[in-house]
């Protein structure tokens, strides 16, 4: 897949916003303690000169006695947390969308009384993947049009654990050691860059963060391509895996071009990327045949197709059906696409992921090719009940490694996904977890 790199991540930091005025809601998605979570949220706004917040950083009592309060009285930055004094150039002043402004500092944040430091799956050496771990990471000031996200749901692809197996393949998406882990993910934004206009603290949020996404919070530029809001009906775990499975399954589709009442062949129709494509072909009126083990049978006869065995027996299952294949989509190795050319499909109406050695003439495909409102298309399918998006299971953070294993067996009824924040959609305009 053609993808850019993305970029750093943490929890919000209560750090260098003074408050004045606190709107804390118990019980309103607050999140619950625990990795990677914090015991209480509350959003601050308040000029600097009320209560007792250091004069150097900034920060509250409750959270400077967490930090290093030497250097607090010493007037230095606790770079180990990653925030810095604050401008003191000028009088404090709150802009009329609610914004703070500090001379030439201008922040909004929901902030925490949490650590400042995140907690991320980090590898820092390739070849497998019980050299990825769990640690925690610095966290960093935001640049002016950067995002902080809260991130709910980690939604992992078999590209994810590729990566980690292929030095070749991480450069091939800018990624390079030591590294973060994942792509899919969903929360929420918990704090924004002086510049930023497009996102507000308390938007939920989805995407795509290339080797990023299984940490606590993430940061990105607003005007980053994968970050999108998500749709108030939509739930975080429905959002959180869907960026690349959503993105590619989309543009296959667009590929195959398939006609009411034509038969089409797709291989691993019961993984990520087949159960949605499935059910896109289905919904657009076509016959699907689709290859899978025998336990995914049921599944991917839910999806609306016809399940048949992959292996040796594979062309003679679909000769039994008597229905000529008019297409195909081989979304795992190139068996299908192999057995749709000898069946007579033209190449030029297989398609595959496969980004190596794949038959002569087929069209290869890949979530990059999707069109920019394809995810937004999708969540609309989901918000009406006419898509769903499978999940297989689900692991707490701290179980990541279980999580990649599954997903790696290749044996995958759906998506995997890994919940960071039980509760980390905030009651924010109506939005709901």
């Known amino acids: 897949m053609r993808s850019g790199g993305r970029r750093g991540e943490r929890p919000p930091l209560i750090g260098c916003v003074p408050v004045d005025t606190v709107d804390f809601k118990p019980g309103c998605g607050t999140q619950s303690a625990g990795a990677g979570s914090h015991a209480r949220t509350k959003t601050v706004q308040r000029p600097y000169g009320g209560g007792s917040a250091c004069p150097t950083t900034g920060l509250l009592p409750d959270v400077r006695d967490r930090r290093d309060e030497a250097a607090c009285s010493a007037g230095r930055a606790v770079s180990a947390t990653g925030h810095e004094p604050l401008d003191r150039d000028g009088p404090d002043q709150r802009t009329a969308d609610g914004r703070v402004t500090r001379g030439r500092r201008n922040v909004h944040a929901l902030t925490d009384a949490g650590p400042a430091v995140d907690s991320a799956v980090v590898l820092d050496r390739f070849g497998d993947v019980d050299d990825l771990k769990l640690q925690p990471v610095p966290s960093r000031p935001l640049r002016a049009t950067e995002v902080r996200i809260n991130v709910a749901v980690a939604g992992l692809n078999p590209v994810d654990w590729q990566i980690v197996e292929s030095p070749p ?61 998500t749709p108030a009906e939509i739930s975080d775990l429905d959002a959180g895996i869907l960026d690349i499975a959503g993105r590619t399954a989309s543009a296959i589709a667009a590929a195959l071009s398939v006609r009411p009442g034509e038969t089409v062949l797709v291989g691993a129709a019961g993984g990520g990327v087949g159960s949605i494509l499935t059910q896109l072909l289905v919904r657009g009126g076509a016959h699907v045949i689709g290859t899978g083990s025998a336990a995914s049978a049921d599944h991917i006869r839910s999806l609306g197709a016809r399940p048949v065995p992959y292996g040796d027996g594979l062309a003679a299952a679909i000769a039994a059906s008597k229905n000529p294949i008019n297409a195909a989509a081989d979304l795992h190795g190139t068996e299908t696409a192999e057995v749709a050319l000898r069946m007579g499909v033209p190449s030029h109406r297989v398609v595959t992921i496969e980004a190596d050695a794949s038959p002569t003439g087929v069209v290869q495909v890949n979530g990059s090719d999707a069109t920019p409102d394809a995810l937004e298309r999708l969540l609309a399918l989901v918000a009406d009940k006419a898509l769903r998006v499978p999940v297989a299971a689900t692991y707490p953070l701290d179980q990541f490694h279980d999580a990649v294993v599954h997903q790696r067996s290749r044996h995958v009824h759906g998506k995997i996904a890994i919940r960071i924040s039980a509760g980390s959609a905030i009651c924010a305009r109506g939005s709901r977890p």
């Open 169 to 229: 393949l991480a450069a091939a998406f800018g990624l390079d050691l030591p590294m973060g882990f994942g792509n899919d993910f969903a929360g929420v934004v918990v704090e924004t860059g002086t510049s930023v206009r497009r996102l507000r603290v308390g938007d939920r949020v989805f995407g795509g963060a290339r080797g990023r996404a299984v940490a606590t919070s993430l940061v990105l530029d607003e005007d980053h391509p994968s970050l999108h809001r």
